[in-house]
Structures are given as C-alpha cells and as structure tokens.
C-alpha cells in the first residue's frame, strides 16, 4: 500500500508540473495505470536488491572450525549470555554447549552445531537471552522443596542410571561424588538426540519440579529433588 501511495503521489507532482502535464495530457487511463505498476515494480525491487546486500551469507560451523566467523559466533553467545569462555575463534565444546543452550532457549533443534538457520536466529534483533541459572543447593531444596519451585537451577553430576521411551528421556545423576545428592532429571526426547549414557559426566540446566519417589531393587522408597531439564550435555 505505501508503494502504491508513492507512485501516486510521483504521478501527482507530475501532473501539477507543467512540462510533464503536456506529455501526460494525451496519455490513456491504462497507460496511466501501466506508469504507475512500472513505477512501484522498480520500488520493489530496489528493495530486494538491498535487502539481498544487508542479509550477511553465513556458512555451517561446528566442532574444529576456526576463524573469524566463529569469533564473531563466540561474541553474540557471549553477549546474550550463552557463552562464559574467551572469544578465541576455536570451536570447542564450551561453544558447542553454549550453541545447544541457545538452540534449546530458542526453540530449534539442539545439535550443538551453528548451522544457518541457527546463526540467523542467533544474530537477530529479537534472539532470547539466557536463562540465568543458579547453582543447586541440594540440602535446600531436600529440606524446603516449596521455596524453590520453577526456580531455574544448575549442576555437573554423574549419571547413574538412564530411562528412555520415545517422548521422555530421564536420569538419575549424582551431584556429588559417584553415588551421593542423587537427583532424578527428565526432559523431552530431541529431534536430534546423542544418547547420555551411564558414567557419563553431564552439566544438567533445567527448572526444579518437585520431589520424587521411587522404590529401590531392595525394596526401599528414595525421595529426591525431580529437575526438568531443558538441557542435559556431554562436560
């Protein structure tokens, strides 16, 4: 509508010019109209040609890759506050982390690799900040779980055991030492999933949930702090 408005308006000036209004007298209504299409058809695509100019090219970068592209990836991570390492132009695996942070966040598909539609969201005007998490307090929230409910919470741990069907995937992960502050931690299956094996050692963000109970081999009932993960990786 604006560009139509523009090219009236260009043929309206035109008219009350009196050079113009002697080459315009004679002209038809359709040739009127043809002037009008010809004039907001180049509009259009002036403003494509400079789009096509500003929009950056950018190329796929993962693991390994080096330079100034992943510098300037390193950078915009750190600015929103994916990122807490040093902008190197190394991508390793804080920066693989820290892309699947803001994959999650952002909602696409977390594979820790900065592919184009990943960098296009990353660069955008509107790209979500992190999350701020903090560190979990395990005796808090065993001895006050109400306080801490949607509290966004971080940890390292070691995972003990893994459950998985084809929508949920959970853990149960020590935070300390290799059996001890076991916490029990569920998130959904992703599209692209590396599987979190036993014994790994994994840095778990997520909202704390509840408590969780659940009956040991012998027999016993366990209750633990439950966390929904939004992410669960590799340390």
Do not use: C, H
Request: charged share 25%; glycine share 8%.
């Amino acid at each position: 509508m604006r560009k139509l408005f523009f090219a009236l308006l260009v043929v309206v000036l035109a008219l009350n010019s009196v050079a113009m209004a002697v080459e315009l007298e004679d002209m038809t209504k359709e040739e009127l109209i043809a002037m009008i299409e010809e004039l907001t058809s180049d509009d259009a695509q002036q403003e494509e040609a400079a789009e096509e100019e500003e929009a950056p090219a950018y190329e796929e970068l993962t693991r390994g890759s080096k330079g100034d592209a992943v510098k300037a990836l390193q950078q915009r991570l750190k600015d929103l506050g994916y990122l807490s390492g040093s902008v190197d132009g190394d991508y390793g695996g804080g920066t693989s982390s820290a892309v699947s942070s803001f994959q999650s966040q952002a909602g696409l598909k977390v594979t820790g690799t900065a592919d184009i539609e990943t960098q296009e969201a990353l660069f955008a005007g509107d790209a979500p900040k992190a999350i701020v998490y903090e560190k979990l307090d395990y005796k808090g929230v065993s001895r006050n779980p109400s306080d801490y409910t949607g509290r966004y919470v971080k940890f390292d741990g070691k995972v003990l055991q893994v459950m998985e069907d084809d929508s949920l995937i959970s853990f149960r992960i020590a935070t300390r030492g290799s059996y001890d502050d076991v916490v029990y931690v569920s998130m959904s299956r992703p599209e692209s999933y590396s599987r979190i094996l036993e014994d790994d050692k994994v840095t778990v963000s997520g909202a704390y949930f509840d408590l969780m109970t659940y009956e040991t081999v012998m027999g016993a009932s366990v209750t633990i702090p439950w966390i929904w993960a939004d992410l669960v990786a590799l340390r």
